[in-house]
């Protein structure tokens, strides 16, 4: 035992009893307040911060940490609050940030048993925040924020940052701090630390807009841009970064000081899925003198020049100054294995046998030039893509290798863990916010719900992912929302419950614009936005109504344009009751998003108008072009608000192209869609639209949280989750994770309906999910009245034996529709009330409407209301 004493613990092992009592008995302990409290540390007092002691031999990451919260409490109270560095220097109230073992003030309260600490040591990134009476001689009282380790003290006082009013986003979404004459920190303890051992994000397609952004601002991805990255990341209680990539970025060679900071704030960094031994790819085209890289990336054929390339990504990584307590190199994990050059895939004669020659002879590189078993070298084997086939096939790293598991870049994960739960390095996922691929980019907005995320992240934590979670967010802007939710799930995904989801949007608004009512805005944007990606959508994506007289049908692409109508008048409300300091905060978070997404549904439905209307001669046509126009012109201005805003700060970080894709690839310049005009040849009869349709005839449409009863069965059941998929939400089968049921287990949701007499077909649409398990299917079971239940088999992702279009067609359609249709046929049904029953079968299904039809539906029906 190093640093602290046994008898240390021992002395707070026998006050222990004493001070967990304490705790459990104060409703609400080491809370914020804003009024004082029997007990209460006066955070601050009448406009006047406490007093922030922190050691002079205090881990670098903790000084950072403690320099931030200063910072914090000056934002809070206006005034600066004054630095001290030893209990001497103490008078009155004071702040105390440290990390056990290295911290004399904190180590002495613990042996004097003023401060619990029996349940932090060897703990990974706990902390405790409390209130300690009479710590010292002079002093009154103390707030005590403690950490296990380093991170553990860094995300304790970031935590309290947060509570007393200043966002993880103060600086990368300019949200503003209110000021506060007096908070306090009530009397008593709290202990907190995460669930998920490395949380983080991947900086990926960064170009153009963060590239174009961090060149005006900072002259590049450097040390200066990082700083405000590192921040951000451990404010959103994370500690696992994958830089920014694109050729010709690499993290530590544009800029040596990136490392090092990275460090001393306390990041463990990593690099991407295709990079491996700490070197970014870059660097391979890049440093060829001297034989250091260069030729194929091909192992079979240029190994020797791989393996010096790779040894001199750890000798790097170990070369961490003594000085700076460099006998364990700068703190990371280590990508091992390889993809094909650029993040291709491999080629198809790369055997299984030479990948494991690669792994085995990266981690002789690593024991040689750590001077220590390569298992105490922290590392991950990235199974992406093709990868996971070789994985699927038998390949296998050794048991210390963390798994990292991915999704199919679109939101659904692939793979997870369907054994051996004791592996010494556990498992983790890659998930996507942001992709570059087929069936199209998605770069430019964030088009990501909170519900699907909390779904996937959820099953992983079930299924034994618990040791990495990292997420690809693109440029992190405007990744706000869904960025701050998946990290706060990784901190602790047993405390997101199906309930602390439904409340987790208006809480986030709360602390984010003191205005919980945004989260409702916020979640409506999300769940009309993952309907189809803004790059997918064109003047064909959805259907217009069938009329041509001189009433217009909108159909379904109309209802979808009413409800962005709609949502943008509420967002445009909410806007004005904003203070003027919020305005700029409010902008990219909330109003360009929806602003943005509502113009692109009104120019392409403008542009369907026109076509459609043009092919008939009819005049109104140029109408219809007329707002195609003015709506692409508004686009560029839209961009050109957000570039303006917060004085310029943000100049770049939206001028990612979005109008005008053809193929998967996204164009290089906006493209205005085509657009005809009619001669006209009399007086242009107006524009009138019928009102919003109603379901065909002979259908009946139900949501699926609007179930008449739930049956339980073998510790499951079907749950609503309220806003999942496309409109009122899903139900989803919880606890997940658990083995598939039976009929016999009578697990199912049932839905009273009236039908026609008829053959009557029912159409399950589900959220898109894949088997997790290796099966490549899953099922669920429809029933109607006592009939016979039939299995409906789900097999959505290509096994890969399955390489037909046919197969890949249908990923790609559910992918772009966010939508899944199953169907089950039951013949000569009487008409009259029915029983419509949806069982469990398998897990990950996720329903989210139930349509019933004894006459034709159209295939593109999905029912925006």
Do not use: C
């Amino acid at each position: 035992m190093t640093g602290i004493t046994r008898r240390t613990v021992a002395l707070a092992g026998m006050a222990g009893a004493v001070l967990s009592a304490r705790a459990a008995a104060a409703e609400g302990a080491a809370s914020v307040g804003f009024r004082p409290s029997p007990g209460a540390f006066p955070l601050v007092r009448a406009g006047q911060p406490a007093a922030v002691l922190v050691e002079a031999s205090a881990d670098p990451a903790v000084r950072h940490a403690a320099d931030g919260f200063a910072a914090d409490l000056q934002r809070v109270s206006g005034r600066a609050p004054s630095r001290i560095a030893s209990p001497a220097q103490a008078k009155g109230e004071v702040v105390i940030i440290g990390e056990l073992g290295r911290s004399p003030a904190i180590d002495g309260l613990v042996a004097s048993g003023k401060l619990r600490a029996d349940d932090l040591t060897g703990q990974w990134e706990a902390y405790r925040q409390g209130v300690v009476e009479a710590p010292f001689p002079g002093v009154s009282r103390a707030l005590v924020i403690v950490g296990s380790d380093r991170r553990g003290a860094v995300f304790g006082a970031y935590d309290l940052s947060e509570k007393i009013g200043v966002s993880p986003w103060h600086w990368f979404a300019d949200v503003p701090v209110a000021r506060r004459r007096d908070v306090f920190v009530a009397a008593g303890e709290r202990r907190d630390q995460p669930k998920v051992r490395y949380r983080g994000f991947f900086i990926n397609d960064e170009a153009p807009a963060l590239t174009t952004w961090a060149e005006k601002m900072f002259g590049g991805a450097n040390s200066k841009m990082y700083a405000h990255v590192f921040e951000l990341l451990l404010r959103l209680k994370g500690n696992y970064l994958w830089p920014a990539m694109w050729r010709p970025r690499a993290f530590n060679d544009d800029d040596p000081k990136n490392m090092v900071l990275a460090d001393e704030m306390g990041v463990v960094m990593g690099t991407s899925h295709h990079e491996p031994m700490t070197r970014a790819h870059d660097e391979w085209h890049r440093n060829t003198e001297g034989g250091v890289a260069g030729g194929p990336w091909d192992y079979g054929t240029n190994g020797e020049n791989l393996r010096r390339f790779w040894r001199g990504g750890i000798e790097r990584m170990m070369s961490k100054p003594a000085k700076e307590g460099g006998g364990r190199g700068y703190e990371a994990v280590v990508t091992l294995g390889m993809r094909g050059d650029g993040d291709e895939a491999m080629s198809e004669d790369a055997a299984i046998p030479l990948l494991e020659r690669v792994v085995a002879d990266q981690r002789k590189i690593i024991a040689e030039v750590t001077g220590r078993p390569p298992e105490e070298t922290p590392q991950v084997w990235a199974l992406y893509k093709e990868v996971q086939d070789y994985y699927d096939h038998g390949m296998r790293v050794p048991d210390d290798v963390t798994l990292l598991f991915a999704d199919d870049n679109w939101g659904q994960i692939r793979r997870l863990p369907a054994g051996d739960l004791d592996r010494q390095g556990g498992y983790g996922v890659y998930y996507h916010f942001d992709y570059v691929g087929a069936p199209r980019n998605y770069k430019w907005l964030n088009t990501n719900q909170v519900e699907k995320t909390w779904q996937q992240m959820d099953l992983a934590w079930a299924r034994g992912a618990r040791t990495l979670w990292i997420v690809n967010v693109g440029d992190i802007k405007p990744m706000e929302v869904p960025l701050s939710f998946f990290m706060a799930q990784a901190w602790d995904p047993e405390a997101m419950t199906a309930e602390a989801l439904e409340r987790w949007p208006a809480d986030w608004a709360g602390r984010t614009f003191g205005r919980p009512e945004i989260g409702e805005l916020v979640t409506r944007y999300a769940k009309y936005a993952a309907r189809r990606k803004p790059e997918l959508i064109d003047a064909d994506s959805f259907r217009l109504g069938e009329g041509l007289g001189d009433v217009l049908d909108g159909g379904e692409f109309g209802e979808m344009v009413a409800e962005w109508d709609a949502l943008e008048r509420d967002m445009l409300r909410m806007r004005a009751s904003l203070r003027p300091d919020q305005r700029d905060a409010y902008l990219q978070i909330v109003e360009h998003p929806i602003a943005a997404m509502a113009n692109l549904y009104r120019l392409y439905y403008a542009v369907a108008w026109n076509r459609r209307l043009a092919a008939r001669g009819d005049a109104r046509a140029n109408l219809f072009a007329d707002q195609a126009e003015a709506a692409f012109a508004r686009d560029a201005a839209l961009t050109q608000a957000y570039h303006r805003a917060a004085g310029g700060k943000w100049d770049g970080m939206m001028s990612q192209t979005h109008i005008g894709y053809t193929t998967w690839q996204q164009p290089d310049v906006q493209v205005m869609p085509a657009v005809v005009r009619v001669d006209a040849k009399g007086p242009v009869k107006p524009v009138v639209f019928a009102s919003p349709r109603k379901a065909p005839g002979g259908v009946v449409a139900i949501e699926a949280p609007d179930f008449s009863r739930a049956v339980d069965g073998a510790g499951v059941g079907w749950r609503r989750v309220a806003n999942l998929g496309r409109t009122k939400g899903a139900v989803v089968a919880l606890p997940q994770g658990r083995p598939a049921t039976t009929e016999r287990d009578g697990v199912r949701v049932e839905y009273d309906l009236t039908t026609a007499a008829g053959d009557l077909t029912v159409h399950l649409y589900l959220a898109p999910t894949l088997d997790t398990t290796g099966r490549w299917t899953q099922r669920i079971g429809v029933s109607i009245d006592d009939r016979p239940m039939q299995v409906l088999v789900d097999r959505l992702l290509p096994s890969p034996t399955d390489t037909t279009l046919e197969a890949q067609r249908d990923w790609e359609e559910a992918v772009k529709d966010n939508a899944r249709v199953l169907r089950a046929a039951f013949p000569d049904v009487a008409a009259g009330r029915h029983v419509l029953k949806v069982w469990r079968l398998d897990d990950n299904m996720v329903l989210q409407k139930v349509v019933a039809a004894t006459a034709p539906i159209p295939i593109t029906y999905l029912g925006a209301r």
